[in-house]
C-alpha cells in the first residue's frame, strides 16, 4: 500500500501506520538483504569473485540498502536494494550460471517464507493455550514476514528487466536480442513502476503469490499435523 496511500486512506489508525512502518523495515534490513546475499554467495561459489571484492557476501544490510530504493518502499509500498554486480566471464558456462544466481535470491526468499510459516505454526499452540497478546503479535509479524518474502520471489521472477526473471531471459534468448532489450532497461523500470503505482499488476501477482504461499503453508502445517 505504502505509507502515503495509507496517511490518505479514511481507515487510518496509529497501529496500522505502526503495523506497516515495522513490515517495511523488516523488508529493508531482513528481506531484501538476504535477497541480494544468496545472489552474491552463489554467483561467487560458481566463480565470479565481484561479489566478494564488492562486500556484497553478507547480510549485513547496510552492505545492501540503495537509501532511495528504501524510502521508496516506506512512502509507496516498493523499492528496492542495491544490486549485486556480477561479471559472467568467470562463469564456466555464464548463460547456466547467471540464471543459478539470478534465481538465488527468489529461492532465498521463499525459504525465509517457509521459515517463517514452521515458526508460525510452532507458536500456534501456545497461542491457543495461553491466550498472550504477545504472542498474537509475534505470530502476525511472521505472517507478513512469509506474505512478503513469497510476495517478493514471485515479483521479481517476472521476466522484464531489471528484475531477476530478466537475467533467466539471459539464458534463453539470443546474445544480440537480449543485449538489444537491455539498451531499454531504464525506461522499461520506469514503466514497471508505474504499473505497481497504478495497480496493473495487483491481481496476476496477488493470484501467483497467494497459490505459492498457500502451498508453502500446507507443507509447513504437515510436521505439527503429524505430532498433533
Known sequence: MGLLRLLLSGNLNIWSVI???LSALAVIFLTLPVHE??????????????????????????AHIDYIGAAC?????????KPVQVNTNYFKNPKRDMAITAVAGPLANI???FLALLLLNGLIP???????????????FFSYLAQI???????????????????????????????????????IFYG?????????????????SGGLLKG?????????????
Open 111 to 113: 525459504l525465509m517464507a
Open 73 to 81: 518502499i516506506l512512502l509507496f509500498g516498493f523499492g528496492w536494494a
Open 126 to 140: 501456545a497461542l491457543e493455550a495461553t491466550g498472550s497478546q504477545v504472542l498474537y503479535y509475534v505470530v502476525i
Open 37 to 62: 546475499f544468496a545472489h552474491g554467495l552463489t554467483a561467487t561459489k560458481l566463480g565470479d569473485p565481484t561479489p566478494r571484492y564488492e562486500g556484497r557476501v553478507t547480510i549485513n544490510p547496510f
Open 149 to 187: 518474502n513469497v510476495y517478493l520471489a514471485v515479483f521479481n521472477l517476472i521476466p522484464i528487466p531489471p528484475l531477476d526473471g530478466s537475467r533467466l531471459l539471459w539464458a534463453i534468448l539470443p546474445y544480440k536480442q537480449y543485449y538489444a532489450l537491455m539498451r531499454y532497461e531504464r525506461y
Open 216 to 228: 508453502l503453508s500446507y507443507v509447513a502445517e504437515l510436521p505439527f499435523r503429524l505430532i498433533g
Open 19 to 21: 503495523a506497516y512502518i
Open 192 to 208: 514497471l513502476l508505474a504499473l505497481i503505482w497504478l495497480g496493473v499488476l495487483d491481481t496476476p501477482l496477488a493470484f501467483l
